[in-house]
């Protein structure tokens, strides 16, 4: 098929959601397809070498959105094509434009806002929101976007296969639309043996972790404000009443003022190690022996399940809010109801509840149990996988016709 893929402003960080654009183009193509890309800026033209690439505005930075003007811009791209015969399929990653396929995989603009709203303190939510002057024309853009009154196309999402209704309304039309879940997906390679075991003693190495230790990796990304310091207060008292087998916690997050003020408050500075932000999870990964996903962030916009995905990719089992993206995959009905699951949900949070949890799954039977299952389950969440299923609807949608 010949494709143009929609898509925003692309990062060259591999962490940043836009490099979802980049991995599904790039396998689309390898797959035999055509694919061109239009995008309203990127770090790097090199990106999408050698496919086809119409950029709105080279000289943007990833700060300066401006969303009617691109609107307009990429239809005229889509007319141009669709004129000189080189287009069966639209493809849009963005919010801002409906494809034929149409599949969001970043935060709506409103959810950013909420998302600042709740996990910030006000003050430095007001302060952040000043630097991102363009949300709220993004906002209108998108619900225009939704409200669209040309064909609907077919809406997708990475997330849970299953949900209740399968229809999802509200989205500004009042017309309820039907969402087609793909599923969730990692974008990490599968892992090798022996680089795993070469990034743990050197990682470990690193950030002075004795080889022995349990080491649990906790996310402080798009936390609401109780909940790295639920797990963290948790942790604490793991800590305390362990004589042997101490554990150690890495956290990765935005800022590492922040998860070192909530460490000190919790009294567990001593045994955290602050990294910030990494475009390595992989060897973070391969340093823990536990995945901690102490976010509430289902409500948030953020539907990839990312960090949850990466742990099992990895091999790694987790501890999650059910809140939390992804928690799902550790959930036993998703799992045909077997109960020996790749981690451990948490259902209502407080540090007792972590307790309980973080004292069970690092025991060396639990983890030695589970490993091997977190491992299996990763397998299943390839790219590889996403796209057999983007590539189904992609020609259930050409056969539909137009409209």
Known sequence: MQVLLVTEYVRRSSISISRWAVELAHGLRSRGHTVSVACDGLDDPATFEPMELHVHRPRRSHLGANPFPFQDWVRMVREKLRHVGRLDLTVSLSPLVRGDLWLPVGPRAMDTITALVRTKKPLSAAMELVHV?????????????????????????????????????????????????????????????????????????????????????????NNERRGLQEFLEGFAQVRRERTFGIPIAILVGRAGATEQAAAIRA????????????????????????????????????????????????????????????????????????????????????????????????SENWLAHRTPVARAAGAALSMDALLDRVEYWMRQRVEAGPG
């Not at 229809?167 to 892992?191: K, N, T």
């Not at 999870?281 to 995945?291: G, Q």
């Not at 949070?349 to 069970?360: H, K």
């Open 133 to 221: 002057p363009w949300l709220p024309a993004t906002s209108i853009a998108e619900m225009q976007a939704r409200d669209h009154s040309g064909p609907p196309g077919t809406r997708l999402s990475i997330g849970p296969y299953r949900v209740s209704g399968g229809v999802g309304g509200g989205f500004g039309s009042g017309r309820a639309e039907q969402i087609i879940r793909l599923g969730y997906a990692s974008r990490l390679p599968a892992p090798d043996p022996e680089e795993q075991a070469a990034l743990r003693s050197r990682t470990r190495e690193l950030l002075g972790i004795n080889p022995s230790r349990p080491v649990v990796l906790a996310t402080a990304y």
């Open 267 to 362: 009294g567990c500075l001593d045994g955290v190690r602050l990294v910030g932000r990494t475009e390595r999870i992989d060897a973070l990964m391969a340093a823990a022996d536990l995945v901690a996903a102490p976010l509430a962030a289902r409500d948030l916009g953020i539907t990839t399940g990312r960090f949850i995905c990466d742990a099992l990719r990895c091999g790694r089992p987790v501890v999650a809010l059910r809140r939390a993206p992804g928690s799902e995959l550790l959930d036993p009905s998703w799992r045909g109801g077997d109960p020996v699951t790749p981690g451990w949900i948490i259902e209502h949070p407080d540090p007792s509840a972590w307790v309980l949890a973080l004292n069970t799954t690092l």
